[in-house]
């Protein structure tokens, strides 16, 4: 059925879907506003205040739930089909390009593990206190009971810390049977930090702001968390630290891990003993996701058998239209409310699983043959991150018993400017540029809707946080147009040229390209290296830098494109000279759904010559935008946090550090006739949520 | 001889050094390291990629990095791998080694059989239609654009006639709860293919001096009798299913790497016919009113089998690297897709591992090719 | 001055004898070449693709409108779908980028044709020198370039390219100066220094040393000319190695080149299309039977120049 819909329909029905988009809902849906008001981590006033004010968070406890014993999936018309017991051991058949590295998932999230393939085979394993809710992404609790407290100030020992206290569900267990507690979590935050461990670790557990976890008893804890940063200066542990960090952290079993990391501990120095607990080979190891480890024939396939015991097992998730949420558990014996009453209409309708025995991921070595796999029947699922390009799409159309979905994804490729040298530096110039790109010719015409042209640093998927008010250089203009609104641009800002370029008389292309274009101090426009991915890494945007190095050329900026494979060019922006050897650049970026990234990417600190470092290649250096930037790190509310982030896109898209040129589509493909999905359109794809294991049931 | 032997055997040690050395700075001298891949999530904070470099013991200077690999290579430790972090190298190759020997070892057993056997029937019958349409056919796959040919191939017979499966060495429905892992099943079938070509080597000497007709009853009873005993251990030994899957898995590659590579042998095999049959003994041969098949096979054939043999140890070390393109299309986990994914990923010591592990190979093959000519072939002497 | 002025005269009478012989010889194993059929073949099909490859910037700058059939950024705006079939404007149809495929074959045999013959050019420079010194000087001289030449022979060729790819930019020019060294200081140095050595013996070669010609003077005047004959067949193999790593390389999407038949492949695979040979023909079976035809033909040339060359394959 999603088949049929056209892109933009596909793009409305993310949107309507998406966690905190309030707008797509039909009348009876309270205003956006108000809904928000209800986000559980809303505080009033962070900074001067003591003690932080919470508006109350209602949730009702709900008595009475008609349980639904075995559910249909949403939006079906069939009459409660129960799956009816399948013929042969449930089977949830998938496929991957690559192994996973590792089955550890310590070395997962620290180390050269962290694989989107490891995450697919062993994300299962392991739960958190907090997580995103089935397609909405809301936030919601996993194993914590409840809310957590606010984050209060509080002076232990004569420091300074900022607080909060969360319970964890009584009666969650690992698949041996042992309780999971709170000394779960305190074992895992204190193994981090002591072992320092980095990558994903140090971003859920950031050094510079999680100090530790208590304790309170078996199901309470207490996270403190720094109040000052190392030089003094106050902070405080805004969204992407807690309720996006630490609150989605895995949590590891500690009566099979501490005597691990004890034994790691003894060898040498911190980097040995980060080598000794990433090469262990956790044989047994209970988990409490859902999911354990079964077989693994490295290079052919890998196994995983469901944990009937899990908690989550049986739990009936119904999201409703006015953005409440409910989760009941009746095993359990706990049911959760967040974000309004859970009446109206169901958007979605599920109930936890796995609902398989065992789910096998087969390893293919190329994109044609696991294509055929799946075509063949071998396979009901495939894992298909590098994309689905026009040609496979034709063949899985082609088949009957195939469904293709079609996802925003949430990330973005974009040409990047060295804003340290002339005449990159000057804005003018930048949106001059930005202007004769035309990316819907590109998007629509050559690559035939592949790919969706993009005009704001935060996509439009991410409906939430997406500003859709931002300026759109150059957009719906012909050839003809552009050129002339460059020239007009390079001209107010004082470039001179010895010859403009001349359009033909029905402005569809460049005659003759300008010529002698001088910068404002009279200098001559230097010969600018575009440099991007070569055709064998990716064809989408070396096609875009070809047509960009065709159109600068028309407008008289003399430019070559550079087409290189992605380690060379990787190699050229974390080069000690990138600050004066870069111009333009190609690359792409995929985003968490949280835009702490647009701090990340374009804040001053970043650039590579400065003391931080990161990934601030073109030296981007906006006073305004560092305000608004680091605000946005500190942010404890929803709402304002939205409101920076709206603020930074408007003002990316003015300022363009970046030509934000496209997205791809996420296409997913899968057998309808094996295998069922409550629901298909998720931001990112399919793949990226995991090929919905949790929830998907088999025929 | 020995002293022959001992002499290459000193030049190869000093060959393996000048080889480690030039892989190691050649691998080295690209710039950057596998660190930087770890930087680039917007979201981790900058320190991630010192404490990464500090892991991999990438920030030490490259002259000290030299000296451990040197000494490491020596002692058998070919260090640890940065993508497959923290396995070390020499258990990747033990995971992967035994795939690509069981596969391509066969390939090159079966494609110098066919090559051999051709190239003889080819240069007995200059300018028949039969050599034409060999040499045009032979040469033609043997040039043919293998990624596309291997596609083809799978296409055909795997995909719209099915009989074979599509790509990978393995069903996993069948290996769900398997007895074993599929490294000690392709070893087991290495065992094998050692044991049956001794064997058969065997047969041939013993019946070598016999009558033709003889000799090929002997040849064929005798071979059908240890292959029926080697199939009957497998089928009693309770893992049999488990190598017959992986034989089934096998019969496309190999078709096609049999199909890409004989043309080699075929066309090596007639050229030095043609030099023999100008032998004098060969005319003799003929003189004494032999039958020309055993003129053929006898007198021509094996005496310009010498050439053929040594150009087969050759190929048999280079189906390392043949294997990069055939095993990335089958879906074939082996050393060639190690060392392109170690390549394309900046995992240095994996790189350098499997290259040092292919030279390795190589070199031995030469020294074993060098130590066979000398014993097989009289006139060489030195 | 007499006896200094020797030598060079010596040498001028020695090459236009050479070149007598030369003239002689070309026409006596012009009809043996001639006899091998399976050369001709070759040699036809690489004249077809050298005219392909000849037309193209002639079509270019004549009849073809550059917006419309450059091989890298053209595109066919007058058909509605990519890739679009065969038409009266574009033969071979369009890729999935809507480039005209014709325009995209013949411009890549010019660079095919380049790419070839420049390694071809590289291995028997190198080559001839290698096996020239080695067999003249022996001893140490001969000792290290054998030494470095086992080495050589025993980097797995494509593996190495494929390593040497990812480390730096890699186009047609730095492909074929790898593939000339790698296989001038390896296989072909080694079989043209066996060749060598058995000319260095040869009494010509001890009489012009004992008339005091000087070393460089010898070997590139009395010994290299004798190993031209294999160096040239050795070029043809040379050719075929070179396309094919090209291809092969272009394929796995490693090298930095614009447009080649190895990234027409790649093309038409990363979009998708390499398995529906019957409905997109067009964009599989061009660019890959060109690779194969190509290198066929020059591995024919090859075999064939090898009977012309050695006289115990000649048919008796």
Redo the contacts between chains.
């Keep these: 059925m999603v088949r049929k819909l056209s892109k933009r329909a596909v793009i409305l029905v993310v949107g309507f879907a998406m966690a905190m988009a309030a707008m797509d809902c039909g009348a009876e849906a309270p205003p956006p506003t108000e809904r928000i008001v209800t986000v559980p981590v809303e505080v009033e006033k962070v900074v001067e205040v003591e003690r932080v004010v919470t508006v109350p968070v209602e949730v009702e406890k709900i008595v009475e739930v008609e349980r639904v014993v075995e559910v249909t999936p949403a939006a079906t018309e069939a009459p409660a089909a129960t799956p009816a017991a399948p013929a042969g051991p449930a089977?949830y058949?998938m496929g991957l390009f690559e192994?996973p590295?590792?089955r550890n998932t310590w070395?997962y999230l620290g180390?050269?593990?962290?694989s989107v393939w490891t995450g697919y085979v062993i994300g299962g394993y392991s739960t958190s206190l907090y997580g995103y809710s089935p397609q909405r992404f809301d936030w919601v609790p996993a194993v914590a009971d409840g809310l957590p407290t606010p984050l209060a100030k509080e002076t232990v020992d004569g420091t300074e810390f900022w607080t909060t206290e969360v319970a964890i569900k009584q009666g969650v267990e690992w698949s041996d049977g042992e309780p999971l507690t709170a000394d779960d979590f305190v074992f895992t935050v204190s193994t981090v930090r002591e072992l320092?461990l980095?990558?994903?670790w140090?971003?859920l557990v950031?050094?510079?702001f999680v100090d530790r976890a208590e304790a309170l008893d078996d199901h309470r804890l207490k996270i403190y968390f720094k109040s000052t940063d190392a030089d003094g200066n106050a902070q405080t542990p805004g969204l992407s630290i807690w309720q996006f960090g630490l609150a989605f952290m895995p949590i590891l079993p500690e009566h099979y891990w501490a005597p691990v990391v004890e034994e790691a501990r003894k060898a040498g120095e911190v980097?040995q003993q980060?080598?000794a607990l990433?090469?262990h080979v956790p044989d047994g190891e209970p988990t409490a996701g859902g999911l354990e480890y079964s077989?693994w024939?490295?290079?052919?396939?890998f196994?995983n058998t469901a944990v009937p015991d899990y908690y989550s097992m049986g739990t009936m998730i119904n999201e409703y239209a006015n953005g409440a949420y409910e989760a009941i558990n009746e095993r359990m014996g706990y049911t959760e409310v967040y974000y309004g009453d859970p009446t109206g209409d169901k958007v979605l309708e599920l109930e936890v699983g796995p609902h398989f025995e065992?789910e096998?991921f087969?390893?293919?070595?190329?994109q044609?043959?696991a294509i055929?796999?799946l075509?063949?029947g071998?396979i009901d699922f495939l894992f298909n991150p590098l994309g689905l390009e026009k040609g496979f799409l034709d063949r899985v159309r082609q088949t009957a018993d195939l469904e293709v979905v079609e996802n925003l994804d949430n990330g973005v490729f974009y040409l990047g400017f060295n804003t340290r040298k002339p005449p990159m530096d000057n804005k003018a110039f930048r949106q001059a540029v930005a202007t004769v790109i035309d990316k819907e010719f590109v998007t629509r015409t050559i690559l035939q809707d592949t790919a969706i042209p993009m005009y704001a640093m935060v996509p439009e998927g991410n409906a939430f946080w997406y500003n859709d008010e931002t300026a759109k250089i150059g957009q719906g203009l012909g050839r003809g147009e552009r050129i002339a609104a460059a020239v007009e641009l390079l001209k107010g800002a004082g470039f001179t040229y010895e010859k403009e370029p001349e359009v033909s008389e029905d402005g569809a292309f460049v005659v003759n390209g300008g010529e002698g274009l001088r910068m404002p101090d009279g200098s001559e426009v230097p010969e600018l290296e575009l440099i991007a991915p070569s055709a064998g890494y990716d064809p989408l945007r070396s096609t875009f830098a070809i047509w960009i190095e065709r159109w600068l050329n028309d407008l008289g900026i003399p430019t070559k494109a550079r087409l290189l494979g992605f380690?060379?060019i990787?190699?050229k922006l974390?080069?000690e000279t990138v600050d004066k050897d870069l111009d333009m650049w190609i690359l792409g970026?995929g985003f968490?759904i949280f835009p702490?990234?647009l701090e990340?990417?374009f804040h001053s600190r970043?650039a590579p010559e400065n003391e931080?470092?990161?990934?601030n290649w073109g030296g981007y250096a906006n006073p305004e935008f560092d305000d608004l930037a680091f605000g946005l790190l500190s942010e404890t509310t929803i709402e304002g946090a939205r409101e920076k982030a709206y603020q930074m896109q408007a003002l990316l898209a003015d300022d363009l550090p970046y030509v934000t040129l496209f997205t791809t589509p996420k296409i997913d493909v899968f057998r309808p006739v094996k295998v069922e999905f409550p629901y298909t359109s998720v931001l990112g794809g399919m793949a990226q949520a995991q090929g919905l294991q949790h929830v998907v049931l088999i025929k | 001889m020995a002293a022959y032997i001992v002499k290459r055997v000193l030049?190869i040690v000093?060959?393996l050094f000048?080889?480690l050395t030039?892989v190691f700075f050649?691998?080295n001298?690209?710039?950057?390291d596998?660190s930087?891949?770890?930087?680039?999530?917007?979201?981790?904070?900058?320190?991630?990629r010192a404490?990464?470099q500090?892991?991999f013991g990438v920030n030490e200077p490259l002259w000290k990095q030299y000296l451990v690999h040197l000494k490491n290579t020596v002692t058998g430790d070919l260090g640890?791998s940065?993508?497959?972090?923290?396995?070390t190298v020499a258990d990747v190759i033990k995971?992967?080694l035994p795939?690509t020997l069981v596969l391509f070892l066969t390939a090159t057993v079966v494609s110098f059989y066919l090559g051999f056997g051709l190239g003889k029937i080819i240069a007995w019958r200059?300018?028949g239609w039969v050599e034409?349409t060999s040499?045009?056919g032979g040469?033609?796959l043997?040039?043919?654009?293998?990624?596309?040919f291997g596609?083809?191939m799978?296409?055909l017979f795997?995909?719209k006639a099915?009989w074979f499966p599509?790509?990978?060495?393995?069903d996993?429905?069948v290996?769900?709860?398997a007895p074993s892992?599929?490294n000690s099943i392709f070893n087991l079938m290495l065992a094998t293919a050692v044991i049956l070509s001794v064997i058969v080597f065997g047969v041939f000497l013993v019946t070598s001096k016999r009558r033709l007709g003889m000799a090929r009853v002997l040849q064929v009873g005798s071979i059908a009798v240890s292959v029926l005993i080697v199939v009957g251990v497998w089928l009693s030994s309770g893992v049999g299913y488990l190598a017959w899957d992986i034989v089934k898995h096998m019969v496309l590659p190999i078709a096609t790497l049999t199909l890409i590579s004989f043309a080699g042998t075929m066309?090596l095999t007639r050229?030095s016919m043609?030099?023999v049959i100008?032998e004098d003994y060969v005319l003799a041969a003929r003189a004494k009113g032999l039958p020309e098949k055993a003129v053929r096979d006898r007198h021509v054939a094996r005496n310009a089998l010498l050439p053929v043999v040594t150009s087969f140890v050759f190929s048999l070390a280079?189906a390392?690297?043949?294997g990069?393109?055939i095993?990335?299309?089958?879906?074939?986990?082996g050393m060639?897709?190690t060392?392109?994914a170690a390549?394309?990923s900046?995992d240095l010591p994996l790189?350098v591992g499997t290259?040092v592990f292919?030279?390795l190979f190589?070199?031995l093959a030469?020294l074993a090719a060098d130590i066979l000519y000398a014993y097989l072939d009289p006139r060489v002497r030195y | 001055m007499v006896v200094e002025s020797a030598p060079v005269s010596d040498a001028r009478s020695l090459w236009r004898v050479r070149l007598g012989l030369a003239a002689r010889s070309l026409k006596q194993n012009w009809s043996l070449f001639l006899g091998t059929?399976?050369g001709i073949?070759g040699l036809v099909i690489i004249c077809f693709y050298m005219l392909l490859a000849l037309a193209h910037p002639i079509l270019m700058n004549t009849v073809w409108d550059e917006r419309i059939y450059d091989p890298v950024i053209g595109f066919a705006f007058d058909e509605t779908e990519q890739p679009a079939p065969p038409s009266l404007s574009h033969p071979l149809g369009t890729d999935p980028l809507g480039r005209d495929i014709l325009s995209q074959l013949m411009f890549s045999a010019r660079s095919e044709f380049l790419l070839g013959l420049l390694a071809a050019v590289v291995t028997v420079c190198i080559g001839t020198m290698v096996g020239a010194t080695a067999a003249y000087f022996g001893g140490l001289v001969d000792m290290l370039l054998m030494?470095l030449a086992?080495?050589m022979?025993?980097?797995?060729?494509?593996?190495?390219l494929?390593?040497?790819s990812?480390?730096?930019e890699v186009g047609h020019l730095e492909l074929a100066l790898l593939i000339g060294i790698l296989s001038g200081f390896g296989g072909t140095g080694v079989v043209l220094k066996s060749q060598a050595l058995s000319v260095v013996v040869k009494p010509y070669i001890e009489a012009a040393r004992t008339s005091g010609g000087g070393t460089l003077h010898i070997i590139l005047v009395h010994v290299v000319p004798n190993l031209l004959p294999l160096s040239f067949l050795y070029m043809m193999f040379t050719v075929?190695s070179a396309i094919?790593s090209e291809?092969?390389l272009s394929?796995?999407g490693l090298l930095d080149v614009r447009m080649s038949w190895g990234l027409m492949?790649h093309t038409t695979?990363s979009a998708g299309y390499?398995?529906q040979?019957g409905e997109y023909w067009w964009l599989?079976f061009p660019a890959?039977l060109s690779?194969?035809l190509l290198?066929?033909s020059f591995?024919?040339l090859g075999?064939s120049l090898?009977e012309v060359v050695?006289p115990?394959?000649r048919?008796?």
Excluded at chain 1, 362 to 366: A, E, H
Excluded at chain 2, 82 to 87: D, E, G, N, V
């Design positions: 089977i058949k192994d590295i590792s070395n180390g050269p593990a962290g320092n980095g990558s994903n140090a971003s950031h050094p510079a980097p980060i080598e990433f090469a077989q024939e490295p290079g052919a396939f196994e065992s096998i087969s390893i293919y070595g190329n044609d043959s055929l796999a075509t063949k071998d380690n060379l990787v190699e974390f080069s970026w968490t702490n990234y990340n990417i970043h931080d470092g990161g990934v | 030049q000093l060959t000048v080889f030039i050649l691998v001298a690209q710039p950057g596998i930087r891949l770890y930087a680039l999530d917007p979201n981790l904070p900058p320190e991630t404490q990464m500090e892991l640890v940065f993508s497959l972090y923290p396995r995971e992967r795939r200059r300018g034409y040499t045009l040469v033609t043997y040039t043919v654009f293998t990624p596309w596609l083809m799978i296409w795997a995909f099915g599509i790509g990978k060495f393995l996993p429905v290996w769900q709860d892992d599929a066309l050229n043609l030099e100008r280079f390392i690297d043949g990069v393109i095993e990335s299309i089958f879906s074939w986990p060639g897709q060392l392109v390549t394309v900046e790189a290259f292919v030279g190589v070199l030469h | 059929r399976i073949l030494r086992d080495i022979i025993m980097m797995p060729g494509i593996s190495i494929i390593v040497l990812a480390l730096m075929t094919f291809a092969v394929f796995l492949i695979e390499l398995l040979v599989i890959s690779i194969t290198c066929s591995y024919l075999r090898d050695n115990r394959l048919r008796t």
